[in-house]
T-cell receptor
Framework: DAGVIQSPRHEVTEMGQEVTLRCKPI?????LFWYRQTMMRGLELLIY????????DSGMPEDRFSAKMPNASFSTLKIQPSEPRDSAVYFC????????????FGEGSWLTVV | AQSVTQLGSHVSVSEGALVLLRCNYS??????LFWYVQYPNQGLQLLLK????ATLVKGINGFEAEFKKSETSFHLTKPSAHMSDAAEYFC??????????????WGAGTKLIIKP
């Protein structure tokens, strides 16, 4: 079975540019999570969706960040405008109710803002 | 609020030696507990999880963890370390004790270093 698929795997962009990260969850999963990982702050939950509806976005750092899930098989995380402090690895993960809270992670999108 | 503490940001063991990674959580009710592993440049992968069944949980790659309610601990062990075990290990607990809540509270992670 295909796992969680993220794109791009690596992105280098200039400060002020818009960044769009994409995620395809595992088919049949009804929860989708966006996490950010940095050396300083560790693993942080940014936002999660249930059945395509945002449930908790309290982890989104500021208005420059936005996330959407237009359908069950696709989600985006946008940063506009990007800043150097946004440099991090962004993980998408998915889960389904019967899995007992088990979350399955993608390989991550490595973002560098210069 | 729930919290997870992993003792030691780095743990170094010799190849063939016992691996012990410590995790303590704060809760009066047994929650769901997890160990995930992250190999370099990869996402997190589930090693094992506790869901109120047997207190000794066996996972992949020879790892196991024991849930001890009296100590609020869920330490990860492996009898004999292998070079391929070098990775970062994360302990996590469900945010709401005893409920199927899909938010997990994560520990800060422990990097396991294997010495030849």
């Amino acid at each position: 079975d295909a796992g969680v698929i993220q794109s791009p795997r690596h992105e280098v962009t200039e400060m002020g540019q818009e960044v769009t990260l994409r995620c395809k969850p595992i088919s049949g999963h009804d929860y989708l999570f966006w996490y950010r990982q940095t050396m300083m702050r560790g693993l942080e939950l940014l936002i999660y969706f249930n059945n395509n509806v945002p449930i908790d976005d309290s982890g989104m750092p500021e208005d420059r960040f936005s996330a959407k899930m237009p359908n069950a098989s696709f989600s985006t995380l946008k940063i506009q405008p990007s800043e150097p402090r946004d440099s991090a690895v962004y993980f998408c993960a998915s889960s389904f109710r019967s899995s007992g809270n088990t979350i399955y992670f993608g390989e991550g999108s490595w973002l560098t803002v210069v | 609020a729930q919290s997870v503490t992993q003792l030691g940001s780095h743990v170094s063991v010799s190849e063939g030696a016992l691996v012990l990674l410590r995790c303590n959580y704060s809760s009066s009710v047994p929650p769901y507990l997890f160990w995930y592993v992250q190999y370099p440049n990869q996402g997190l992968q589930l090693l094992l999880k506790y869901t109120s069944a047997a207190t000794l949980v066996k996972g992949i790659n020879g790892f196991e963890a024991e849930f001890k309610k009296s100590e609020t601990s869920f330490h990860l062990t492996k009898p004999s370390a292998h070079m391929s075990d070098a990775a970062e290990y994360f302990c996590a607990v469900s945010a709401t004790p005893g409920e199927s809540n899909y938010q997990l509270i994560w520990g800060a992670g422990t990097k396991l270093i294997i010495k030849p």
